[in-house]
Structure formats: C-alpha cells, structure tokens
C-alpha cells in the first residue's frame, strides 16, 4: 500500500501500476505457476478527484497462467489533502473618519465567506477576529487588525489575510455663535467702562469629539484710536481648538 498527496486543484500524481509478473517479483512478492503468463492486468475503483481529507482507491491486479487460471491481489493507494485553502487576497486596508463630534464613524461590515474567492478540495470555514488594537475609539487616530481566517475540515495549516482599519478625527469643534456684538458707555467723567468679562468655555455650547482636551482661548484685537476718545473699538476673539490639529473654530465679537 501506498500514500500520495493531492495538488492544489484536487487532483494527484497517478501510482505506476506492476504491469508483469517479474515486477510483482522483484517488489517482493512470491509468485510460482507451471505455466505463468508474465503480463498482468489491474482496475482502479475510484479515480475521481479527492473530495474528502483521505481519498482510498483500491487497485486490483490480475495474475493468471496459461491454462486460464487467474488469481487477484489488490493494493490500497491512499490519498491526502495536505494543501491550505487558497484564497484570492482582495483586502485592501482603510482608513475610517468620525462623522460628528460624537466620534460616531461608519463600521466596516465584515466580509463573509461567500464573499472571497476560495479553492479548496473540502468545506472551508472562515473565522473572523480583531487583534493589535493601538489607541482606543476617540483618540485622534487609532487602528485594528481584523484577520479573517480560512481553516477546512481536514484541519490543514489556516489560511489567514489581514485588514488593518484606521479611524482618524479629521472634524473641527462644533460651536454654537450666540455672541452678539456690544456697545459700551464710559460711567462717569473718570472715562471708566462698563464691566464686560470675557466669557469662558463653559458659557459655550461646544462639541467636539476630545472635548476635555479641547483648548480654549481669548485675544483682543484691532483696537481702534489707541482705545481712547469718544468713540473706539476692539474685536474680542474667542478660539476653539482640539488636540487632533483640526482647524481651530474662531468667534469674533465687535465690542
């Protein structure tokens, strides 16, 4: 008896078949007639291609003499399916962005088997699974690897394809502007103004995906006749930025 192994495509090298007595002989076989026909003749039972993890083909040899006289002997060659799923490997890793400033993004739905391109001589199962997760949703930027593992029934060597998914906050703070431009009045003849405290972040309806690493601050700016007369301006600015290096929000107010 024998054992082979099946290629890729499910089929197998075929067996040299004993075609003579003599090579019965010198394979270790004893063989003794009167009248020995040196030709003989054999028949397999199952040459289709393997469709299980161990494929049996039984072969039958014929000896006969010249007196009509036969007598049969068989061998059992085995076949094995060794070979990994092969699997045409379409994966292309991507790269995801929150949609708002919830840190909401559009999951990528996994793929299912039916989805790939298989060759196998078995049923393939697939396998899906997350590893190497670096960072964590609402970072600015964090990343997984989803593998997809192919394993068939005769439990050869898995087939795995990798997927890395990147999640990036390429969205700039949302604020609401209820400022108001202002005027002020000097209180008494000491030219004194009104007092008109800047405001702070908590006086803002904000939201931003790392909302407590947001940074907030105040400048005045364009400050009209040396801020002195009966009459004069500044702007006063109030700036939101995140820590993703987004586009930083800015809300002037004209005072």
Not at 36 to 64: H, M
Not at 79 to 97: F, K, M, Q
Not at 106 to 115: A, C, F, K, M, W
Not at 215 to 234: A, H, I, K, L, P
């Amino acid at each position: 008896d024998t054992t082979i192994y099946a290629a890729a495509d499910c089929s197998y090298a075929d067996v040299a078949a004993y075609r003579t007595v003599s090579q019965l002989v010198a394979a270790g076989l004893e063989v003794t007639d009167c009248n020995l026909v040196d030709e003989i003749t054999y028949t397999d039972d199952n040459t289709d291609p393997i469709r299980e993890c161990v494929k049996s083909i039984v072969r039958t040899y014929t000896v006969s003499d010249s007196c009509g006289h036969s007598t049969t002997l068989s061998q059992t060659i085995n076949v094995e399916d060794t070979i990994s799923p092969a699997v045409d490997n379409d994966l292309r890793d991507t790269t995801l962005y929150y949609t708002d400033a919830q840190c909401h993004y559009d999951e990528v739905t996994p793929l299912t088997i039916s989805d790939f391109n298989i060759t196998d001589c078995n049923e393939v199962n697939l396998t899906v699974s997350h590893r190497d997760t670096v960072g964590a949703p609402g970072d600015c930027e964090w990343s997984y690897v989803r593998v997809y593992s192919f394993t068939d029934i005769c439990n050869n060597t898995p087939t795995i394809l990798e997927q890395t998914i990147t999640i990036m906050d390429t969205t700039r703070p949302q604020v609401v502007d209820n400022l108001e431009d202002t005027t002020l009045y000097y209180i008494g003849n000491g030219c004194d103004l009104e007092a008109f405290p800047r405001l702070t972040l908590a006086d803002f309806e904000v939201e931003d995906c790392r909302y407590e690493h947001l940074q907030f601050s105040v400048v005045e700016r364009d400050t009209t006749n040396n801020g002195d007369g009966c009459e004069w301006t500044f702007t006063r600015v109030y700036t939101f930025a995140d820590d993703c290096n987004n586009t930083s929000v800015s809300i002037d107010q004209l005072i």
